[in-house]
């Protein structure tokens, strides 16, 4: 069973560009989840879709933003960069449930200038 | 407001020795607590799990303790060896909006030394 894929493995930005990261689920898995991680702050909840809909939200400005699509692929797309920003990007897919186990994609490593 | 800490940023321990990891938590509504083990360049891979109902779960080398009361859970890692040199979180989870999504303590980097 193929695992959690996350496109590209590396991005370089400038300020004020827009980027879009993209997360291929494990097979049968309805719920993705995206992750901020940055230097001790741990992995910083974005937002999960379940079955195409955003079902939940951390506290990220509206620049980041995200869709899931009928195969459960998702995306994340981030506006008008700044520089904190650079961080590894995370993803997760699980089945959705209460005390389901996140599955992790290695990463998307945004750096921006 | 951090709602899962984890106090030791890094935990050194001799090979063949307890490595026992802590975590502490505010947020009563957690009803199961899952361990996660991150690599460099890998994404977290889950670890154990425990339920609130429970104490204990043991799964080989790793146990992890819940006390509810004190809102504490930590995670024992014996014997431990060199291949266990990575990055742990700490994540709880409840329901909210209908999903059951974790939240992240900042992670303990443990290192064992041969």
């Known amino acids: 069973k193929a695992g959690v894929t996350q496109t590209p493995r590396y991005l370089i930005k400038t300020r004020g560009q827009q980027v879009t990261l993209s997360c291929s689920p494990i097979?049968?898995?309805?719920?993705v989840s995206w992750y901020q991680q940055t230097p001790g702050q741990g992995l910083q909840f974005l937002f999960e879709y379940f079955s195409e809909t955003q079902r939940n939200k951390g506290n990220f400005p509206g620049r980041f933003s995200g869709r899931q699509f009928s195969n459960s692929r998702s995306e994340m797309n981030v506006s008008t960069l700044e520089l904190g920003d650079s961080a590894l990007y995370l993803c997760?897919?699980?089945?959705?449930?209460?005390?389901?186990?996140?599955?992790f994609g290695a990463g998307t490593r945004l750096s921006v200038l | 407001d951090q709602q899962v800490k984890q106090n030791s940023p890094s935990l050194s321990v001799q090979e063949g020795r307890i490595s026992i990891l802590n975590c502490d938590y505010t947020n009563s509504m957690f009803d199961y607590f899952l361990w996660y083990k991150k690599y460099p360049a890998e994404g977290p891979t889950f670890l154990i799990s425990?339920?609130?109902?429970?104490d204990k779960n043991e799964d080989g080398r790793f146990t992890v303790f819940l006390n509810k009361s004190a809102k504490h859970l930590s995670l024992h890692i014996v014997p431990s060896q060199p291949g266990d040199s990575a990055v742990y979180f700490c994540a709880p989870q409840h329901a909210s909006g209908g999903s059951y999504i974790p939240t992240f303590g900042r992670g303990t980097s443990l290192i064992v030394h041969p």
């Open positions: 425990i339920s609130s109902i429970k």
């Open positions: 997760a897919s699980s089945l959705g449930g209460q005390g389901d186990i996140q599955y």
């Open positions: 097979s049968g898995h309805r719920s």
